[in-house]
Structure formats: C-alpha cells, structure tokens
C-alpha cells in the first residue's frame, strides 16, 4: 500500500467537496414536520373545519387554530430534541483510520477523501466506496445494502461499499467515493433503519386510534344522516355536526406522545444517553429480562496485566519481550493487545504471516522473525503445568490468555492449532464499574433478570457476576452446552444466569429463545460478538466506547460508557408510560362523552346542547392544559406494559358516561323543564361539563396528598380562568355564554352531583386518595 495522499492535497479535495453534512440522528426535519401535521385526524378536523368557515361561524372553528398551534409545539419540540441528540451523535460519530503521508491517524467520516487509504479492524464501518488493497480473513456484514443477514468474505481486489461492517478480519481499501456520491450520507440512518421495532405504548395507542377512528365514522354518518333527515338549515346542521364530531377526536394524543418521547430524550441525553430512536427511553420500562455482556458493562472496558506465568524454561523478562513484540505488531488491536503492549511496550515490525483473531477460533497469530507466535484462550492449545494456574486464575474472575510458539504452519483458514509449545500466560485484571452492584440491585427490585452472555471462561464470569450480585437462576453454562433443537433451548433459558464462552451466535439464539417465552428483552453491549444479539433483542443498548457497529445498530447509547445510567432511564421510561397511561384516559373519556351525546340528543330533534366554541372552551381546560403538564411530571405508582386497552376502558368508559349523564340532565331540565333558554341552558352545560371533567383530572391524578395539593391547585387555577371568561363582557359574547343564575347554579350542582355519584359507585379509583387497585 502507498503512503497515501499527502495532506496538502486532502485538504484542497475537501474544500471541493463542499461544506460535509452533520449527523442526523431518527428522523428528518421533513419527516418530522409529516408525522405531526398529517394524520387522519387531522385531515377529518381540516374538512371539518373549512366546512366551519364557509357555512357555519367562524368563532365555531377555533380549534383550527389549537390544532395548528399544538401540531407547531410538537414539532419545535422533536426538531428541538433532534438538535440536541445530534449533538451528542457527533460524540460517537463514525471515525476512521486513514494513511496520509505514510503515518495513520483516526478522522472523522466527513474528513476522508476520494484517494485516501483506509484500515479495516473487527467492529469498523466501511465509511466510504473502494477497492480492497489487502485482506486478511477480511469479513464484513453487508446486511443494510443487500439484505443477506451472512457475513461474507472480501479479498484483494473485491469492492467495499459505505453502510457494511468489518465482522472479522482486517484490510484496507482506496477511497473511490465519498459523500453525496456514495452511501456515506445514509450510514447513521440507514443502519437502524432494518430494526425500528414499535414500543408497547406506540402499539397500544396505535390500537386505540383504530378504535376510535372506527367508531368516529359510523357515528359521524349516522349524526349526519339524522340531520338531514330533520331538513334543518346547512348552517345550523354544520355547526351540530362539527361540535358532535370534533369531540369525538383525540386530536391532541398523538401530539403529546410525541412531546414526552422528545423531552424524555432531551433528559436523557442530558445524563450522556443518546437515544437513537424517541420511542427507545419508553421502550426500556416494558424491560422485564436484560442480557449484558461482562467486559465493558459489568466491569471497566480497559484491562490490565497484573500478572505473567511463565512455562517452565522460560523467564518472565523473555515471556513478556515476546508478549509486547506480538501485540505491537498485531493488527486491528483489541483491549487485550492494548493491555499487553501498554505492560510490554515495543516498536511494530512487519509480520511475514498473519492470522487475526477471531471470536469463532478464539486465537490469533504472527509470524515474527521467522518465529510462529500464537495468542489466544488457554483451552485452544495444550498448556501442560500451566492448566493448574490457569483453573486458578479464571475461578478468582481473572482473565487468562494462553502464549506459545508452533513449529509447524498455521491451520489454513485458522483451523485447531497443533503443536504448540507453550511459553507462558498473561493474567489480565478487570475492575467492577463504580456503582455496578447498586445498579444490578435496583434492577432486580424492579423485577428485571439479568443474563451474563460472555465469550470470557465461565468460571470467570460467573465470579464476576457474583462479585456483581447478580442472582443465580440456575446451573452456569457454557455456549457448548446450548442445545441445537430450539424447544430445548427455550426450556434451558428459563434457568439461565450467566454463560461463559458462548459464540456471537449462541448469544443471538439466547436472546432469540427469550423472546420466543414471552420476555420483553433489551441487550446491553460493545463489541462485534454483540452485535447479533443486538439486533435480536427487542431493545438494544450500545456503550460509548464500543465498536462502530455495535453503536451503529443500537437504539441507546450509553456515550459516557456508563451502565450506572440505566437506572435513571429505566426509571425515566416507566415515568413516561405512566404518565401516557393517565393522559390517554382523558382524551379517551372525552370522546365517550361525544359518543354518548351523540346518541342521547344528537340524532334527536332537540337543540345541541354545546357549540363547537363551548367544547374548544371545555377541551382546552379539562384536556389539553392538563394533560401537557401531567405527562411531564413527576410520577409514582404502578404501570403497565399489557392490558393497556382494557385499562383505559375500564377508566374513560364510566367517566365518559357519567359526564354525559351530568350534562344532558342539566341541560334537558334547564331546558324543557325551568324554560331558561337555549343560551341559558348551554352555559349551564358547559359549566357542569368542566367542573366534571376538572374532577376527573383530579380522581386520576392525586395518588398522594402532596399530588392532589398539587393538582387541585392547578385544576383551581383552570376553573378561575373560566370564570373569568364568563365574567368578562367580550369574552362572554364571544363564546356565547351567561352568567349563571340561581336555578342553572343549582341544576349544574345536580348534574356534577349525578355523574360524580355515578363514578363513586362505579368503582374506588374515581375517588380521590382513596387506594389504587395495583
């Protein structure tokens, strides 16, 4: 391979490239702006609103200008979490080794150019176009561009293309496309793109709209259809219409999904956590099983030697000379090499023979000065004395590497080594993370299992999971022990806690057979050996450190490195879930409310009771105001990942029926019975409908004393501003409304009285403080 290009003419290729694009992170400012603006709800309240202008009055079609203004909130505030996990992306931007001027240095994707050498090592993406100009067991996961989940083998001469993987092997290719020209630009997104899994909540409230859109339409027909069937005036009939159908919609919910994904991100990504996909903070709460990888999660991603045994014959002072010369001269440097050479440093020489590690054969080797060196797991190779220290080692949660010497060539294609002579053992220490064992406890209180995948010895890693406090759940296992049948393997999991030297594959069929039993599973990881089981778990989570490809294909990434993070995010997304939970019951019971007034007086020849104006007055206080403040507060209590549905119903059923009982008895009785008027009698309506849905607010939200302080001073706060709005003259006129007198004021305290009577018998959750059922 040449020296490469020389910087000078880099530098002047760059600037003729032009300014290079900065990292995005999820979606596009384009595709944000569609998610949010249009949806089939939005497109009914549009038609629903023209209709408003140009047959109806136009103060009728307020909530034209709420929609237009909740839709603007939500998308400043995805593009304002955008910008921030954009820069925090940057911090695990892709970067590559390149050859300039015969030296290499690590630069960003946007900084490599047509003409530029770059060196492939296991976990590397291949950030731009070319043309292999050396391979070694050279094997990329080419996956994202053509769709074959195979790793396949690339030699000297063959094509590589931006968005595929180094798996194993190392290389190095010329540079023949960069930027717009190549598939560099749709690296970050497109790697993610195969595995964009729904949450729990997203699927649960997808669900919900096709519910409610189910309903919407045949009620709304059938509202139409008896309007036209009273011949009534267009106007008259479009101002009914509008006011059954607009209440009919959840108009805000989808907004406020996206608003609490986008702030629990910003939180996140405050604390060092990069959430690649809004929905992934949610996602983590319904986490009921977690798989980690040992090295880099449990413990510290650095090792160091504490310790060399050498074989018989042989000083340490030789054993470590040879050490060093080896992990100098290694390419594509693991933290076991980087830990040898920084104990035994030594100048780099040029290997005659190559065979790089690879987690299959678990051993690497050189050829150095005419002598055949090899590195890898002591059971790769017979150690002879050295068996009994390397048992030793392991049990006290060491790890060990075997060194030795062949006289013999190595194994085509890096088959079972023969004929080694051993040299010696490297004894590599790995330290717990600070606040591991708090970390593993909060988890297993949360009702989370943990399960050890490591390529590490099992003895190894079944002291550090213990050191850990890590619960055992059965028997330690070996990735040999993993049966082939998948139905056995679905009843071995169910006792699995820790398995030592299992195979990037193995720890994919894991995570795979847990899913299959039911488990919601997030996989924590680092390294390539990961990666399969990344992309298997329902939620997977990267540490900043680890390789480009682990990074790449995960949802979280943990940029600090830091496990102790998870804690915070779990509790983080089941604060989202819960507090989605609550909201969605409000926006849920006021569309029972409009199904039940449909039914009751809507399809009858009696007036309306309620302008659209009244219910844009109504949703705004008891809906829209609340729901914004309480999906981002603080909460506690219980939560739920299943029975979502069910658990909205049983809620917004009887709440949105007992609303509807309060408002038409007030109404009808103000009506037809106190002859007060249609003006009268609305405000009555209106009045008992807010009171009512403000107490609804407050039943679900005060779980506590301090909450219901809380709330109650908020929900205060909200019936002031209506009656100042009744109170001011112009507002007054505005909304078409009264004063109340006596005879409203007591029929709105019956009404308020049946529904909230009806609620306490229904059932102990529509009272305040009173106990949840769990």
Same mark, same amino acid.
């Given at each position: ?83 921030? &996990? ?58 994202? !561009?053509?769709?074959? =989940? ?29 930027? #717009? ?98 929905? #992934? ?103 002879? %004395? ?6 030793? @080692? ?11 010497? $062949? ?22 220490? %790995? ?132 496990? #102790? ?18 909201? $969605? ?22 007036? @309306? ?20 403040? !309480? ?35 007030? @109404? ?74 006596? =005879?409203?004021?007591? &029929? ?27």
């Amino acid at each position: 391979m040449s020296s490469g290009l020389t910087e000078a003419e880099a530098s002047r290729r760059l600037a003729a490239r032009g300014e290079p694009r900065e990292p995005q992170t999820s979606r596009s400012t384009a595709t944000i702006v569609r998610a949010n603006a249009i949806t089939p709800f939005n497109a009914i309240l549009l038609a629903l609103g023209l209709l408003t202008l140009v047959f109806g009055d136009w103060r009728d079609a307020l909530f034209l200008a709420i929609i237009v203004t909740n839709t603007g909130i939500g998308i400043w505030q995805e593009l304002r979490a955008r910008r921030k &996990l954009d820069e925090l992306a940057a911090l695990v931007q892709p970067r590559a080794t390149v050859v300039r001027e015969g030296t290499t240095r690590p630069l960003h994707v946007a900084e490599i150019v047509v003409g530029d050498y770059v060196l492939l090592a296991p976990g590397d993406q291949v950030v731009a176009d070319g043309t292999l100009v050396s391979s070694n067991d050279l094997r990329v996961d080419e996956s994202i !561009l053509t769709g074959e =989940a195979k790793a396949v083998a690339r030699g000297i001469g063959d094509e590589v293309r931006s968005g595929s993987f180094v798996i194993e092997g190392t290389g190095s290719f010329g540079v023949a496309a960069v930027g #717009a020209e190549s598939y560099a630009e749709r690296i970050t997104g497109t790697a993610r793109e195969f595995r964009h899994p729904r949450s729990p909540l997203e699927r649960a409230i997808d669900r919900l709209l096709y519910v409610l859109l189910g309903v919407t339409v045949p009620l709304g027909a059938m509202f139409i259809v008896a309007l036209w069937k009273q011949d009534v005036a267009v106007s008259h009939a479009v101002e009914t219409a509008v006011a059954g159908m607009v209440t009919l919609i959840p108009e805000g919910l989808v907004l406020l999904v996206s608003i609490t994904y986008a702030a629990a991100a910003v939180r996140m990504a405050r604390a060092g956590a990069l959430s690649q996909q809004l929905n #992934a903070i949610e996602s983590l709460a319904s986490v009921d099983t977690l798989c980690i990888d040992k090295t880099g999660t449990l413990t510290e991603p650095g090792l160091r030697v504490v310790s060399l045994v050498p074989a018989p014959g042989v000083t340490e002072e030789e054993l470590g000379s040879a050490l060093g010369r080896f992990a100098a001269s290694s390419e594509g440097q693991n933290a076991t090499l980087a830990a040898v050479a920084t104990a035994w440093p030594a100048d780099p020489e040029r290997a005659d023979d190559v065979v790089p590690f690879l987690s299959r054969r678990r051993w690497s080797g050189l050829r150095l000065g005419g002598t055949r060196y090899v590195l890898g797991a002591p059971e790769t190779f017979a150690l002879g %004395e050295l068996d009994a220290p390397v048992r030793e @080692y392991q049990t006290a949660g060491r790890r060990v590497i075997g060194f030795g010497v $062949t006289d013999g060539e190595f194994p085509a294609s890096g088959g079972t080594l023969r004929q080694v002579k051993p040299l010696g053992l490297a004894v590599l220490a %790995e330290e717990l993370r600070p606040a591991t064992t708090e970390t593993i406890a909060f988890l297993t209180d949360q009702g989370v299992e943990i399960v050890v995948l490591s390529g590490d010895a099992v003895s190894t890693v079944a002291s550090i999971a213990g050191d850990a406090g890590i619960p055992e759940r059965g028997p330690c296992r070996t990735g040999e022990d993993l049966p082939d049948d998948d139905g056995e393997l679905d009843r071995m999991v169910a006792e699995i806690g820790v398995v030592g030297r299992i195979s990037p594959e193995g720890k994919r069929r894991v995570v795979e057979s847990l899913r299959r039993r039911g488990r919601y599973v997030a996989m924590v990881g680092d390294g390539v050996n990961d990666v399969p089981a990344l992309k298997a778990s329902r939620l997977s989570i990267a540490q900043g450190s680890g390789t480009q490809m682990a990074k790449a294909v995960s949802d979280i990434v943990l940029v600090n490195g830091d496990f #102790a993070a998870v804690p915070a995010m779990l509790a983080e997304g089941r604060r989202v879930l819960r507090n989605l939970q609550r909201v $969605t019951k409000l926006f849920v019971t006021k569309s029972v409310f409009a199904a039940f007034l449909i039914v009751a007086i809507g399809i009858t020849p009696a007036e @309306y009771p309620l302008l659209p104006r009244h219910l844009t007055i109504v949703g705004t206080l008891t809906v829209g105001i609340p729901a914004f403040f !309480l999906a981002l507060a603080p909460s506690d209590g219980p939560w739920r990942t299943d029975g979502f549905l069910r658990e909205v119903g049983r809620f917004s059923v009887p709440a949105g029926v007992a609303a509807g009982l309060g408002v038409t008895t007030t @109404y009808l009785v103000a009506l037809n019975v106190f002859d007060l008027g249609l003006l009268q009698s609305r405000t009555a309506a209106t009045t008992a409908l807010i009171v009512i849905g403000l107490y609804l607010v407050l039943a679900l939200e005060a779980t506590s004393t301090r909450r219901a302080r809380l709330v109650g001073t908020m929900c205060g706060l909200l019936l002031v501003t209506y009656l100042l709005i009744l109170l001011v003259p112009g507002l007054r006129q505005f909304f078409e409304l009264a004063i109340p007198n006596p =005879a409203s004021v007591v &029929l709105i305290a019956v009404g308020c009285g049946i529904a909230i009577g009806f609620l306490w018998l229904t059932d102990d959750r529509f009272i305040p403080l009173r106990s949840r059922p769990e």
